[in-house]
């Protein structure tokens, strides 16, 4: 038995007064004998009996009336964890407020987050003197709100109304984390978490959840209290996706995008609207229907009519949620694309060089700058500061010099390969870091040329090149090719074209963020007469556009969050050249600076590379970073899918959770919202108040009490 106001019980000393009343009422009365009254004599004893019985129980009553009544007011409880130390111990709370962009949302009680906050400041006052707290927002994961626990309520007040809606986002598994690590540290008795959220299950964990605790409870007096506010999903319509298809980038050319649209609402949409913006012009919109639950894949065609960095926006008609409504988007087309051609002698460049000056004069608009150097004339300046680096002719690379290729194409360049006339089937082993060998070289036979047999005709490579790129007739001038090197299939490995004798001509592969494409004879007339066929100066040039296009950026998998660390290497601003940290300048959408810090990769080539992060971004748009007053980046930051998903965590799935983090199911508690969350906190504290029913029995009492007393009267 537990009293939550144990000083009442001092009361208890006035069921005495019933019994002094009844000592100070009976007096010692002197025996008079009557003889006119012996006739008295006669009274039967019995009924005197019954008078005594009626005073002691008016007198019991009486004094069952007050105790009960200073039990009522002293609120005894039963089942507390401690008994009646915990009514006098300190108690240490976590506020957990969730602050996430679904917060910004509302229902018929007002916004999510203004209601969370009225929760928390009730939550605050009902601290006692020696209680402390803290406020953990998640938006300041992973650190908490304030360093250390607070006794000072005003300071958790202002806290809780100083809060607002951010884009920043983390779970509630991961808060709990952290308040645990916080109660840890604390030598107060009682410990509770707070948890104050709308519900949105892709808020409450990130990861498939463990029914059963992973790790001991923290402490026995540990408890934790959660508050769903939000009673139903909101409707909305989200842009979840926005990747551009690969291709090659250039002024006056369209490119793909490719857009997932989804539907979240409980209720289907029609004719929704879905628009693309370059620039400050809305360039193509189209209508979509979709059910509840739908989701769907539009295509746009863009035209970038400049070279630079060309930046935008997809963007769905409004809705309840708005921030998902727009997702951004930025690709570069390159002013000039600079070719690093590291050749072992003239005849295994010549064709090149001259097939970049045709292609730049007549094939398209981005001029193509070679330099063209020597094995012996390599440096890793040199590679470092260009674009796409083509190998030529060269059985073997100094191992230094394969492991800056190796950095470099890892982190985003380009890198195109042609063979050596002496070819043994030891030389490319700088090759294999792209997944490639050479099993043994091909020969024709009876002298009977290999020909063209396939080609894949949806490569990005091949955008553009033909009149009618969908005809069944589309056909490529074929060289005859008498000796090829023969490279193993690997699923690395990607063929583009195949020859009539089963070999790879052309083909790509990756390496992390760059590719390869590699031919299988040299730029020579030795093997091949591929350099004087009219193939051969398209093929170079629209493999080097794409080699040059920064296609990762744009992937799903590269994507630029709200709320994460996003970084970024040299490789990717716009010269390609290695920049120290104190050359930069990033800005975000609002033309403010954000600070830009240098974050060490060590490589085991020693290649001079540098790589960069931006932290702390709050909102999505587009970020630009500057070196010397012009623009070498541009990137895009968007908001987590898993914000767009208004779908509510059920009860079982939030105990789920707190069970994971070693909480016990007896010490979580689901609070309302409103005034009575007092009564459900002391509940779960100390039991089951018997208040009511203290004063129910002494009511009772006071009824017997009354009828007993009416009898003595009628005697």
Do not use: C
Request: aromatic share 8%; proline share 5%.
């Amino acid at each position: 038995m537990t009293f939550l106001n144990p000083f009442v019980l001092f009361g208890l000393a006035a069921a005495a007064i019933p019994i002094l009343i009844h000592l100070l009422n009976k007096r010692n009365l002197r025996t008079i004998e009557f003889s006119t009254l012996t006739f008295l004599k006669e009274l039967q004893k019995n009924t005197m009996r019954k008078i005594t019985i009626r005073q002691w129980l008016l007198l019991l009553l009486r004094t069952l009336i007050i105790i009960f009544l200073v039990l009522a007011f002293s609120r005894p409880a039963l089942q507390g964890t401690l008994g009646s130390v915990e009514t006098r111990a300190s108690s240490s709370l976590v506020i957990i407020l969730d602050n996430t962009a679904s917060m910004d949302l509302n229902n018929d009680q007002g916004k999510f987050l203004s209601q969370a906050q009225q929760q928390a400041l009730k939550i605050v006052s009902m601290m006692k003197q020696n209680d402390d707290a803290i406020v953990l927002r998640l938006s300041d994961l992973p650190k908490p709100t304030l360093e250390n626990p607070t006794r000072d309520r005003g300071k958790l007040v202002s806290l809780i109304q100083e809060t607002h809606v951010r884009f920043t986002r983390h779970t509630i598994a991961e808060a709990v984390e952290t308040a645990k690590d916080i109660l840890h540290r604390s030598k107060n008795l009682n410990k509770e978490i707070y948890v104050i959220t709308d519900g949105q299950i892709t808020t409450l964990a990130s990861k498939t959840l463990s029914p059963k605790a992973k790790e001991p409870q923290l402490e026995k007096s540990l408890k934790i209290f959660y508050t769903p506010i939000a009673q139903r999903s909101t409707d909305n319509v989200a842009i979840e996706k926005v990747v551009i298809t690969p291709t090659i980038f250039m002024r006056g050319k369209p490119f793909s995008m490719t857009v997932v649209v989804k539907n979240f609402s409980a209720s289907p949409i029609d004719n929704h609207m879905v628009s693309v913006t370059v620039g400050k012009e809305r360039i193509a919109q189209k209508n979509i229907s979709l059910g509840s639950g739908e989701s769907t894949t539009l295509e746009f065609l863009i035209t970038p009519q400049h070279s630079g960095f060309v930046s935008g926006f997809v963007e769905t008609e409004d809705d309840a949620f708005k921030p998902d409504n727009k997702r951004y988007f930025s690709v570069h087309i390159p002013e000039q694309i600079n070719v690093l051609l590291i050749s072992s002698a003239e005849k295994y460049s010549k064709f090149i060089s001259t097939a970049f000056s045709v292609a730049t004069n007549s094939l398209g608009a981005t001029p193509i700058i070679v330099t063209n150097v020597s094995p012996t004339l390599l440096s890793a300046s040199l590679i470092n500061s260009h674009d796409v680096i083509i190998v030529s002719g060269l059985a073997q690379l100094a191992n230094t010099y394969s492991k800056i290729l190796k950095d470099n194409i890892s982190e985003g360049k380009g890198f195109m390969f042609f063979p050596s006339n002496d070819t043994i089937n030891y030389h490319y082993t700088f090759l294999q870091e792209f997944g490639v060998s050479i099993s043994h070289l091909s020969r024709s036979q009876s002298g009977t040329a290999s020909t063209i047999e396939k080609f894949d005709l949806d490569f990005p490579l091949f955008k553009g090149m033909f009149e009618n790129q969908r005809s069944n007739k589309t056909t490529l001038e074929s060289p005859d090719v008498s000796i090829s090197l023969a490279v193993s299939q690997s699923p690395s490995l990607q063929p583009i074209i195949t020859l009539s004798n089963g070999n790879v001509l052309l083909w790509k592969s990756e390496l992390l963020a760059g590719n390869m494409i590699g031919v299988a004879v040299p730029p020579t007339t030795d093997w091949s007469n591929l350099p004087l066929k009219g193939l051969f100066v398209p093929l170079l040039y629209q493999s080097t556009l794409y080699l040059a296009s920064q296609i990762k950026q744009n992937s799903a998998e590269s994507e630029y969050l709200v709320g994460t660390e996003n970084n970024f290497s040299s490789t990717l601003l716009k010269n390609k050249s290695a920049v120290a940290v104190n050359d930069l300048k990033a800005f975000d959408p609002n033309s403010r600076i954000i600070p830009v810090v240098q974050q060490e990769h060590p490589k085991n080539s020693g290649s001079n590379r540098f790589f960069f992060s931006i932290g702390g971004i709050e909102n999505p748009g587009i970020y630009t970073v500057v070196k010397n007053s012009d623009t070498v980046f541009v990137f895009p930051v968007n908001l987590p899918n898993e914000e767009s998903d208004e779908t509510l965590a059920a009860d079982d799935q939030f105990i789920q959770t707190f069970l994971s983090k070693g909480i016990a199911e007896k010490s979580i508690t689901k609070l309302p919202i409103g005034d009575t969350i007092e009564e459900t906190i002391l509940q779960s504290r100390y039991g089951i108040e018997l208040w009511k029913y203290s004063l129910i029995i002494a009511l009772l009492f006071a009824l017997i009490e009354m009828t007993v007393a009416r009898e003595k009267k009628e005697l």
